[in-house]
């Protein structure tokens, strides 16, 4: 077991290794940083003292190693667009994607786990003809486009929720903010959670209708109808109780991309977090960013992949005996 | 006590009054962030006019630019024109309770000249700055330089005493490891303080009490500026009421916007000139199907590209009437067009032009574009490619990013393009600036002239007048100069001066305010019901 551990933590560095290298030789193609520092007439001689200072001259190799080095202590360096610390930078976001994720998983499971039920018990009513209609949207249009189209009818035609931001945020301890204690808080979560969370949620109906019918047809589900069970307790207690093992794996899995994809959402929403600094950092050229961000996002899923890994050897006793065999 | 609340105590009586002098809260959206606080960190429009709120300078402009007094009352120059002498504003306080004093410019001149500072061309390199007094500064130049005030407006003067007390006497460089204090933090005289500023989400200015300007024009207590990056969240965040004023609108949503009767869009003129250059340097082009030989090199293709393109096409078409063509390499606001008018779109007279020039079948040419860098700026070149192809020219069209395309075109990148798309603001709002950077020639690899002239245009005559139209003192005879030095490089087809892209800002009703044609949001003239 230690070595099977041992093994793949060893892997996991070399992914996030290869993820550094990959980044750093796209970031040779996204343009010159220092053209986002200077203004167009800044004397050349200027231009080319900022960028010998930010070490830009040096080859690529060195560039690259030297940047390992500093990541290997947390030292992600400064960004060029906001001259901070880009720990500060994603740490003072982090709260409002976190935050996000986590409301959109909430809602694609409360939302999508009765749509699914729903959808697999009566097949053939109207809503749950409509239901699927609604996965088929959620599946095919883009995120930004639900978005916008969100925005427009709640926010500019009904005026009811906010068309960007997090609203008043509380301060709680030294550095996690939330906004889930006030209203305007609360009431700006609403369209960029339901945005983030629709795929998912038809992801979750989808997968919960699948694994009812399929639970349905089994032999205990007919045992305990024929024991004169009620129907209520046959399909919440047996049905359901039994869809939710696969559910679970793929909405804790899904959470990774959840936090990895909020990149669109945050961008529509002006959502003050991670996702929407990556994405304004490319615009810039801001390097330093862009490399924590895809960093920290690699590291999420290694750590997501890495525990699903261990759990899965911990539960499964046939790929803990296939690993001794080794 | 909130407006409302006002409203609702006086209802029984006054309710006449309210509405009419209550100190109100503007929220103001732009595309882009406010990323430092250090006036000297950034040179770029939106920050130095977000910046022009809790700073100041010795100089301001006004709402049609002119050069008011701003820190300092009035000043002199001396006959030889080398030696400025400001009287400084007396009882002027900074927001910390510093006094503005003849040391805090003297700190400022050197802070903004310092390593690192991306200011250094607003004091010119060997400049004295002395303190004659506590209220009298004197500037000794080494040669004489009629604009040297001109882009003081945004050359903000921070507090001596503040700085050091904070660590912040040397300008924070793009190579900061560290915050410092100062791109966190301001310090300023100007007529909002800063309240909180979180970099790149939100930052809140409330009004200055103790302004020396006691009947500031507007009548605000709070800005409270959000970045909003996505067009289609902007323009929605100001239909809904949420921001009262956003910076820029889209101009495909311009009607719209005007439609709905509660907000609008305030457009105009704005002094950045969209351009496009040849290059006429290489001995034959980076990219194009004539080898041995450079075309742009003969004055009768550049005129056929000229007369090719259809100006009024794109201004009705690619710009929704949304430009004003251009004659000139230089706005209209700035330098007078008077006597200039563009060669005339003529297709069949641009087709003559290329034949007698020896290219009756045209020719091939890589042209390169930014697409997120001005106004429907791939949409131009787009349409560019097409009119030119109406003479036979084939054009490769590489429209990219800004981030990519600068690299690629300007100096850093050795000049690499054949044919581009390009707009200049000069910092100076002043001719010197255009005659100098994008016109000068670029042969002398010691001097900076011509840095920014990626065609490579050259004209000998050109650079003897920009020479003397720096040191000309007598405002006729060097206007006279820099038109004939504008004559020359019309006649010599160096560039194709397309048009002066407008300014649009999505405002509410209940604002009023003025559009400067600099594009500065300024909020020291803004009223809201």
Known sequence: ?????????????????????????????????????????????????????????????????????????????????????????????????????????????????????????????????????????????????????????????????????????????????????????????????????????TLIMRLVRAEMLEVLRADYIKFARARGLKTRAV?????????????????GLQLGSIIAFAIITETVFQWPGMGQLFLRSVQNVDIPIMAAYLMLISFLFVTINLAVDLLYAAVDPRLRATVGAH | MSFKTNCLAAVAGLALLCGTAQAQTLRYANQGELKSLDPYTVN????????????????????????????????????????????????VKFHGGEDFTADDVVFSADRARAPGSNVQTRVPTGTKVVKIDDHTVEFQLTSPNPILHYQWDTWYIL????????????????????????????????AFKVESHQPGVKTVFKVNENWWNKSPEHNLKEIVFTPIASDATRVAALLSGEVDVIEPVPIQDIQRVNGTGTVQVLTGPELRTIFLGMDQVRDELVESSVKGKNPFKDIRVRKAFYQAIDIETIKTRVMRGLATPSPLMIAPELFPHTGFTRAKFDATEAKKLLTDAGYPDGFTVGMDCPNDRYVNDGQICQAVVGMLARIGVKVNLNAQPKGQYFAKVLKPGGYNTSFYLLGWTPGTSDSHNVLFDIMGCRDNPASSRGEANVAGYCNKKVDELTDKIIVEADKAKRDAMIKEAFQIAADDFGYIPLHQQALAWGVSKKVKLTQRADNAVHFQYAVKE
């Not at chain 1, 399909?235 to 909405?251: E, S, Y």
């Not at chain 2, 977000?50 to 007094?69: A, M």
């Open chain 2, 159 to 190: 507090s001596k005493t503040w700085a050091e007390k904070n660590n912040s006497t040397a300008p924070t460089p793009a190579s900061a490891t560290t915050p410092t204090f100062a791109s966190l933090n301001a310090n300023g005289t100007g």
């Open chain 1, 1 to 201: 077991m230690f070595a099977f551990i041992l093994r793949r933590l060893f892997q996991s560095l070399i992914v996030m290794l290869s993820v550094a290298l990959i980044a750093f030789a796209m970031f040779r193609f996204v343009g010159d940083p220092v053209n986002q520092i200077v203004s167009i007439d800044t004397p050349q001689a200027q231009v080319a003292e900022i960028r010998r200072s930010l070490g830009l001259d040096d080859p690529f190799l060195v560039q690259f190693a030297r940047y390992i080095w500093n990541a290997a202590r947390l030292e992600f360096g400064v960004s060029y667009q906001f001259r901070l610390p880009v720990i500060s930078l994603l740490g003072e976001r982090a709260p409002a994607t976190l935050e996000l994720a986590l409301m959109s998983a909430l809602f694609s499971l409360v939302v999508g786990i009765p749509m699914g039920v729903y959808t697999a018990l009566k097949r053939e009513s109207w809503l749950a003809k409509v239901f699927q209609a609604v996965s088929l949207i959620g599946i095919s249009l883009p995120t930004f486009l639900i978005g916008i189209l969100l925005i427009y009818l709640f926010s500019v035609t009904l005026g009811v929720l906010p068309s960007f931001g997090r609203g008043e945020v509380v301060r709680l301890g030294s550095w996690w903010t939330t906004g889930l204690l006030t209203v305007s808080g609360l009431k700006a979560l609403v369209l960029p959670s339901i945005t983030l969370g629709l795929f998912q949620m």
């Open chain 1, 235 to 251: 399909h919440f207690g047996h049905a359901l109780k039994n869809t939710l093992v696969p559910v679970i794996t793929i909405a």
């Open chain 2, 44 to 91: 770029e429009t939106t920050t130095h006019a977000h910046l022009g709120h809790p700073y100041e300078g010795l100089i301001r402009r006004g709402k049609n630019l002119e050069i008011l007094p701003g820190l300092a009352e009035s000043w002199t120059i001396s006959d030889d024109g080398k030696t400025w002498r400001f009287a400084l504003r007396k009882g």
